[in-house]
């Protein structure tokens, strides 16, 4: 009657192709999702940003050989890979399922009764067992297993694309405190002189030692500024060396401007993150199916697709063939010498009945798995959209204001310059040439931040778009 059943299920092609089907997505994803401007939208160009693997983004040799450097040594981008390599292991567990497995156990008994001479009897049999794959068991748990190694190796891309920022960010940090630096320390050098000017129109009666005194406060206030810029330095080059897995040390770096961020593939060298064409490229949504957590989070969805099909199929029989063959000198009620062949193959089909709700449970639970999974998908592209927007928010914000730093340094150097010719000619006090300075220095000290705000802005904008997974 089993078998009879079974054999109609089995003509059944329809049930056949199901239990035997491939995972198709089938999450909504909502439109607009991502909410670009409209003038980005219309853009065309000719490549995406995305499509640049890191070489040709971060053109400084400098920074190349930094992040092939933390590629080769970093800790968590090697457990990555070591996950590749468990993943693999258990796909090729999973292909070999189909196979039989073939044991060799040999057994050997000493037997007595009441004293009678001790009976020896031995077995040596090769014990053969084999699942048949009738409603797609196996085949849905090897597919299953292969989503887990595409899960693995986007990981790993994931890492790789994360690392590549961070070391690219905080080289471009130490580039900018550089020239912090360097404003501070040439800044230490004027005010000094100022201070010294002030020092002197005091001991001439001309100022107050108010006047000397705040000067000299906010040249001490420069100080500080330098040693903090200098502690900043080396808490950089020690979160480098952390993701370089080697003690701390001084980090090369080229100077800030030698070596820009990319525009396009054709385009010529400079400061492009501040060029409006820029963001403009690259920013269709199918480009965000590049991005390692889109693809991640779909191959999830594999995967609990196919357990569900492996969960489904625990509902149907399963059909087991076992065989023995070997050699024994055990003839059931009786003892020879010498033994003989073994032979036996057995069948055996199994149809749950009754399993105290496992089989149900365990479906209902993959199941509720995918549908979760299906909706954090979508949660995926839309957080996806979202980093792309705010990245181009930020290169927007960065473009701006650059202009408006770059007219503000110069009007207040000139006003810089002014102040110290009035006040030398005893035109100005002592406050104007202190408001000149410190405004000059803040402003100075900000268009570099914001320089460095640009540059992090299109690194965002590349690893959001799906980049550095080359």
Same mark, same amino acid.
């Given at each position: 009657?089993?078998?009879?059943?079974?054999?109609?299920?089995?003509?059944?092609?329809?049930?056949?192709?199901?239990?035997?089907?491939?995972?198709?997505?089938?999450?909504? $994803?909502?439109?607009?999702?991502?909410?670009?401007?409209?003038?980005?939208?219309?853009? =065309?160009?000719?490549?995406? @940003?995305?499509?640049?693997?890191?070489?040709?983004?971060?053109?400084?040799?400098?920074?190349?050989?930094?992040?092939?450097?933390?590629?080769?040594?970093?800790?968590? @981008?090697? =457990?990555?890979?070591?996950?590749?390599?468990?993943?693999?292991?258990?796909?090729?567990?999973?292909?070999?399922?189909?196979? %039989?497995? @073939?044991?060799?156990?040999?057994?050997?008994?000493?037997?007595?009764?009441?004293?009678?001479?001790?009976?020896?009897?031995?077995?040596?049999?090769?014990?053969?067992?084999?699942?048949?794959?009738?409603?797609?068991?196996? =085949?849905?748990?090897?597919?299953?297993?292969?989503?887990?190694?595409?899960?693995?190796?986007?990981?790993?891309?994931? +890492?790789?694309? &994360?690392?590549?920022?961070?070391?690219?960010?905080?080289?471009?940090?130490?580039?900018?405190?550089?020239?912090?630096?360097?404003?501070?320390?040439?800044?230490?050098?004027?005010?000094?002189?100022?201070?010294?000017?002030?020092?002197?129109?005091?001991?001439?009666?001309?100022?107050?030692?108010?006047?000397?005194?705040?000067?000299?406060?906010?040249?001490?206030? +420069?100080?500080?500024? $330098?040693?903090?810029?200098?502690?900043?330095?080396?808490?950089?080059?020690?979160?480098?060396?952390?993701?370089?897995?080697?003690?701390?040390?001084?980090?090369?770096?080229?100077?800030?401007?030698?070596?820009?961020?990319?525009?396009?593939?054709?385009?010529?060298?400079?400061?492009?993150?501040?060029?409006?064409?820029?963001?403009?490229?690259? +920013? %269709?949504?199918? #480009?965000?199916?590049?991005?390692?957590?889109?693809?991640?989070?779909?191959?999830?969805?594999?995967?609990?697709?196919?357990?569900?099909?492996?969960?489904?199929?625990?509902?149907?029989?399963?059909?087991?063939?076992?065989?023995?063959?070997?050699?024994?000198?055990?003839?059931?009620?009786?003892?020879?010498? %010498?033994?003989?062949?073994?032979? &036996?193959?057995?069948?055996?089909?199994?149809?749950?009945?009754?399993?105290?709700?496992?089989?149900?449970?365990?479906?209902?639970?993959?199941?509720?798995?995918?549908?979760?999974?299906?909706?954090?998908?979508?949660?995926?592209?839309?957080?996806?959209?979202?980093? #792309?927007?705010?990245?181009?928010?930020?290169?927007?914000?960065?473009?701006?204001?650059?202009?408006?730093?770059?007219?503000?340094?110069?009007?207040?150097?000139?006003?810089?310059?002014?102040?110290?010719?009035?006040?030398?000619?005893?035109?100005?006090?002592?406050?104007? #040439?202190?408001?000149?300075?410190?405004?000059?220095?803040?402003?100075?000290?900000?268009?570099?931040?914001?320089?460095? &705000?640009?540059?992090?802005?299109?690194?965002? @904008?590349?690893?959001?778009?799906?980049?550095?997974?080359?």
């Amino acid at each position: 009657m089993t078998t009879a059943a079974v054999s109609l299920l089995l003509t059944d092609c329809s049930l056949y192709k199901e239990m035997h089907g491939t995972y198709e997505s089938q999450a909504e $994803i909502p439109s607009d999702t991502y909410g670009i401007g409209q003038d980005v939208k219309e853009a =065309t160009g000719n490549g995406s @940003l995305a499509d640049l693997s890191w070489r040709e983004f971060f053109t400084d040799p400098v920074l190349q050989q930094l992040i092939e450097q933390v590629l080769a040594k970093n800790t968590d @981008l090697n =457990t990555a890979c070591i996950a590749i390599e468990k993943s693999e292991e258990s796909l090729k567990a999973a292909k070999m399922a189909y196979l %039989p497995s @073939l044991y060799f156990s040999p057994s050997g008994t000493l037997s007595s009764f009441d004293f009678s001479p001790v009976s020896k009897t031995y077995n040596m049999p090769l014990q053969l067992s084999m699942d048949v794959d009738l409603f797609g068991s196996i =085949t849905n748990k090897k597919r299953a297993a292969n989503a887990v190694l595409l899960q693995a190796q986007v990981r790993e891309e994931a +890492v790789r694309a &994360n690392l590549i920022s961070t070391v690219a960010q905080q080289y471009y940090m130490l580039q900018v405190l550089d020239r912090q630096l360097e404003i501070l320390t040439v800044t230490d050098s004027l005010w000094n002189a100022s201070l010294e000017t002030e020092k002197t129109l005091w001991e001439n009666g001309k100022i107050y030692s108010t006047a000397v005194n705040q000067m000299e406060s906010s040249y001490l206030n +420069v100080k500080t500024q $330098i040693v903090d810029t200098r502690r900043n330095i080396r808490g950089v080059e020690n979160a480098i060396c952390r993701l370089l897995a080697q003690a701390p040390q001084p980090v090369k770096r080229s100077q800030w401007g030698s070596s820009a961020l990319p525009e396009h593939v054709d385009s010529s060298t400079g400061q492009r993150m501040f060029d409006k064409k820029f963001i403009q490229i690259g +920013v %269709p949504a199918e #480009v965000l199916q590049n991005r390692p957590d889109i693809r991640l989070a779909n191959f999830a969805m594999e995967e609990a697709f196919y357990n569900t099909q492996a969960a489904r199929a625990a509902f149907f029989p399963s059909l087991t063939l076992q065989g023995v063959a070997g050699w024994t000198n055990s003839a059931g009620s009786m003892v020879v010498d %010498p033994g003989k062949i073994l032979l &036996n193959a057995v069948a055996s089909l199994s149809q749950p009945i009754f399993a105290r709700g496992k089989i149900k449970a365990n479906h209902r639970i993959a199941q509720l798995t995918e549908s979760d999974l299906q909706r954090k998908y979508v949660q995926t592209v839309i957080d996806a959209g979202n980093q #792309v927007n705010e990245a181009l928010a930020d290169c927007q914000a960065a473009r701006e204001k650059h202009a408006y730093y770059h007219r503000q340094v110069d009007v207040l150097h000139e006003a810089y310059i002014g102040t110290h010719e009035l006040m030398d000619n005893g035109k100005a006090n002592y406050l104007e #040439v202190l408001t000149a300075q410190e405004s000059l220095l803040n402003a100075q000290l900000s268009e570099a931040m914001n320089m460095y &705000n640009g540059a992090k802005a299109v690194i965002a @904008l590349y690893i959001a778009l799906g980049g550095a997974t080359k």
